[in-house]
C-alpha cells in the first residue's frame, strides 16, 4: 500500500494519497486549498488515478478542492450525511470571524456526485478496503478511516486517517457550529482509545503519530484513561 501526504496552502490541512500501489487507482483524501498542483505532482510521480475523493469531515480547509478534483474526473465525493450540508454552503461549518475572513474571497463550488458515509461501513474502492467509524465531535460528520497497515510502509497493524479527531498532542477544537465537547470524549473514548498501540495515525493537520504514542502524551487521552467514564 502507498500512502503519501502533504499540507496545503491554507491551514496546514493535510491532504493525503492513498493507494495499493504506484500504478494504480488511488484515493484522494481532504483536498484543502490551494493543493491542485501538488496533487497533480504526486499523481504524476507515482503514476496514480483518482478513483473517488473521500472527506473527513465537511469543513472547508479539507473541502475546497473536491469539486475540481472530482469534476476533471468524474468520480465521486464521500461524506457523512452530518455535514452534507457544508459542501452546498461551507459558511455552515465556520465561526462568525471565518465566515468573515472567507466570505467573498475563495469560489467555492459543490460536487456533482455525493455518496453518503456510515458508521462502521466497509468500502471498496481503488483496490482498497476502508473502515468508516463516525467520530463526531470537531463536527457532527466527523468521521475516521482505516485501513490493514501490514502491507504499509509503517507495517502496523492499521493505518487510521483521523481528520480533525485527532492530532499529535492534542485533538480538534470543538467550538465550531456542530461542534461539541462532550461528543468529541465520547468518540475519543469509544473510537480512538480501542484501537491498537501501534496504529498510525494521520491527521487533519501536522505530524503523524501512532495510537501508543498519544495513549501516554496526549493530554485528552491520558485524561480520559484516567477517568474512563468521562463523555456521554
Same mark, same amino acid.
Given at each position: 500500500?502507498?500512502?503519501t501526504?502533504?499540507?496545503?496552502?491554507a491551514?496546514?490541512?493535510?491532504?493525503?494519497?492513498?493507494?495499493a500501489?504506484?500504478?494504480?487507482?488511488?484515493l484522494?483524501?481532504d483536498?484543502g486549498?490551494?493543493?491542485?498542483d501538488?496533487l497533480d505532482e504526486?499523481l504524476?510521480?507515482h503514476?496514480?488515478h483518482p478513483?473517488a475523493v473521500?472527506?473527513?469531515?465537511g469543513?472547508?480547509?479539507?473541502?475546497?478542492s473536491?469539486?475540481?478534483?472530482?469534476?476533471?474526473?468524474?468520480?465521486?465525493?464521500?461524506v457523512?450525511?452530518?455535514d452534507r450540508?457544508?459542501?452546498?454552503d461551507?459558511?455552515?461549518?465556520l465561526s462568525?470571524?471565518?465566515?468573515?475572513?472567507?466570505g *467573498?474571497?475563495? #469560489?467555492y463550488t459543490e460536487? @456533482?456526485? +455525493?455518496a453518503?458515509?456510515? !458508521?462502521?461501513?466497509?468500502l471498496?474502492?481503488? &483496490?482498497?478496503?476502508?473502515?468508516v467509524?463516525?467520530a463526531?465531535?470537531?463536527t457532527?460528520?466527523?468521521?475516521?478511516?482505516r485501513?490493514? *497497515?501490514?502491507? #504499509?510502509q509503517?507495517?502496523? @497493524?492499521? +493505518?487510521?486517517l483521523?481528520? !480533525?479527531v485527532?492530532f499529535a498532542g492534542?485533538? &480538534?477544537?470543538?467550538d465550531?457550529p456542530?461542534?461539541s465537547?462532550?461528543?468529541m470524549l465520547t468518540?475519543?473514548?469509544d473510537?480512538?482509545?480501542?484501537?491498537?498501540?501501534d496504529?498510525?495515525?494521520?491527521?487533519?493537520?501536522?505530524?503523524?503519530t501512532t495510537?501508543?504514542?498519544?495513549r501516554v502524551?496526549?493530554?485528552?487521552?491520558?485524561?480520559?484513561?484516567?477517568?474512563p467514564?468521562r463523555?456521554?
Open positions: 500500500m502507498l500512502v501526504g502533504f499540507p496545503a496552502d491551514f496546514g490541512t493535510n491532504c493525503y494519497v492513498v493507494a500501489g504506484p500504478g494504480e487507482q488511488c484522494v483524501v483536498p486549498i490551494g493543493v491542485l501538488r504526486v504524476a510521480q503514476r496514480l478513483a473521500l472527506l473527513t469531515h469543513h472547508l480547509d479539507h473541502t475546497f473536491v469539486a475540481p478534483v472530482c469534476g476533471a474526473r468524474g468520480i465521486t465525493a464521500y457523512h450525511p452530518a450540508e457544508m459542501l452546498a461551507p459558511a455552515k461549518g462568525v470571524d471565518l465566515t468573515a475572513l472567507f *467573498g474571497r475563495l #469560489s460536487p @456533482d456526485d +455525493v453518503e458515509l456510515t !458508521d462502521g461501513a466497509t471498496s474502492l481503488a &483496490g482498497l478496503e476502508i473502515t467509524d463516525h463526531p465531535g470537531h457532527g460528520g466527523s468521521v475516521l478511516f485501513l490493514p *497497515g501490514a502491507s #504499509s509503517w507495517e502496523a @497493524d492499521q +493505518v487510521c483521523s481528520g !480533525d485527532l492534542s485533538i &480538534g477544537r470543538t465550531l456542530g461542534g465537547t462532550e461528543t468518540s475519543l473514548r473510537k480512538i482509545l480501542p484501537l491498537a498501540d496504529t498510525v495515525v494521520l491527521p487533519g493537520h501536522g505530524p503523524e495510537i501508543g504514542r498519544e502524551a496526549n493530554p485528552y487521552l491520558r485524561e480520559l484513561t484516567a477517568a467514564g463523555g456521554l
